[in-house]
């Protein structure tokens, strides 16, 4: 069955970097688009960003534009969410999530069948 395992939060101080892992399995991971979500307590889920079958890339919402970058790796079945210029306000748990379909929704409207379980990232000195 679908399978999506996120790694690589943690804490970090202000200003940092994290590099999150998003494993895929059970599908056929280089056709369909992933995309990264994140939800801080309180807060509605945002979408942060998705990568498509061919590798193309939603617009960045300005809350992470020029700091985070997403990426794929088709032989390991992985995606990457690479976060820069950490910020207090990044603090969340951050999930990655897929439709099945080769093309990333709309980040602010798009729900994603099947998601992963989430890792914290907390931004803090």
């Known amino acids: 069955q679908v399978q999506l395992v996120e790694s690589g939060g943690g804490l970090v101080q202000p200003g940092g970097s994290l590099r999150l892992s998003c494993a895929a399995s059970?599908?056929?991971?280089?056709?369909?688009?992933i995309g990264w979500f994140r939800q801080a307590p309180g807060k509605e889920r945002e979408g942060v960003s998705c990568?498509?079958?061919?590798?193309?890339?939603?617009p960045y919402p300005d809350s992470v534009k020029g700091r985070f970058a997403i990426s794929r790796d088709n032989a390991k079945n992985t995606v990457y969410l690479q976060m820069n210029g950490l910020k207090p306000e990044d603090t969340a748990v951050y999930y990655c999530?897929?439709?099945?379909?080769?093309?990333?929704?709309?980040?602010?409207?798009?729900?994603?069948?099947?998601w992963g379980q989430g890792t914290q990232v907390t931004v803090s000195s």
């Open positions: 059970g599908f056929s991971f280089n056709a369909y688009a």
């Open positions: 999530a897929t439709s099945l379909r080769p093309r990333c929704g709309l980040l602010s409207v798009w729900v994603p069948g099947y």
């Open positions: 990568i498509s079958s061919d590798y193309a890339y939603t």
